[in-house]
């Protein structure tokens, strides 16, 4: 089973530049999530999607990050315009629903550099 | 407000030798408690998951216990392997009708030869 798959792997971008990381959950996976894990931290969830329809992003700063999810499998996460302290792994998951009990499988993450 | 502390901080321990990570929680309600091990670099990949019903559960050497009464966990790792060196986080999820992940910061584990 292919896992949940991320890119770019990395990216170094300077302050006030725009960037863009796509994710493609494993096949079947209603459920799909964004978190932001700073170093040294615990991933922080972003935004987290139920097929299509967003179900929290109640922590997602919205003047400068959005995400979509179309058609219910992949999904964008776009930060503009970046700030240094936006700086960390950005990582997706997904899991077969959201539902308790339900195992959420990690993409490898995209590290994101801000200069 | 939903919080997952874990201690130590970080950890360093010889090959073969065994530990202990705690993880106390204040999660309301409290659906499951996961640990994860997340490798330099890479996404999380769980360990364990356990109900509330549930007070033990073992993977391999990774033996993961859960006092519900006192909203305490702890992961144990026996005859430790330079392969265990990750960083270990706690997770806990919320039931309800908005089923949300809580995570700790995590412990670094080093284990040296």
């Known amino acids: 089973e292919a896992g949940v798959a991320q890119s770019p792997r990395y990216k170094i971008i300077e302050k006030r530049q725009s960037v863009a990381f796509w994710c493609n959950p494993i096949?079947?996976?209603?459920?799909l999530y964004w978190y932001q894990q700073i170093l040294g931290q615990g991933p922080k969830l972003l935004i987290q999607?139920?097929?299509?329809?967003?179900?929290?992003d109640s922590q997602l700063p919205k003047d400068r990050f959005s995400a979509e999810r179309l058609k219910g499998v992949d999904s964008t996460l776009k930060i503009q315009p970046a700030k240094l302290e936006d700086s960390a792994v950005y990582l997706c998951?997904?899991?077969?629903?959201?539902?308790?009990?339900?195992?959420?499988?990690f993409g490898q993450g995209t590290r994101l550099t801000v200069v | 407000k939903n919080q997952v502390e874990q201690s130590p901080q970080s950890l360093i321990i010889l090959e073969g030798k065994n530990c202990t990570l705690q993880?106390?929680?204040?999660?309301?309600?409290?659906?499951?408690l996961r640990w994860y091990k997340q490798d330099t670099g890479r996404g999380p990949v769980s360990l364990t998951i356990m109900t509330f019903s549930e007070n033990t559960k073992s993977n391999g050497r990774y033996t993961a216990t859960l006092d519900a009464d006192t909203k305490q966990s702890s992961l144990h790792i026996t005859a430790s392997q330079l392969s265990d060196s990750a960083s270990y986080i706690c997770v806990v999820s919320s039931g309800g009708s908005n089923y949300k992940l809580t995570f700790g910061k995590g412990t670094l584990l080093t284990v040296n030869p």
């Open positions: 096949s079947g996976h209603a459920t």
């Open positions: 998951a997904s899991s077969p629903r959201a539902l308790r009990n339900t195992e959420a499988f």
């Open positions: 999607f139920q097929n299509n329809g967003v179900v929290d």
């Open positions: 993880c106390n929680y204040t999660v309301s309600p409290f659906s499951n």
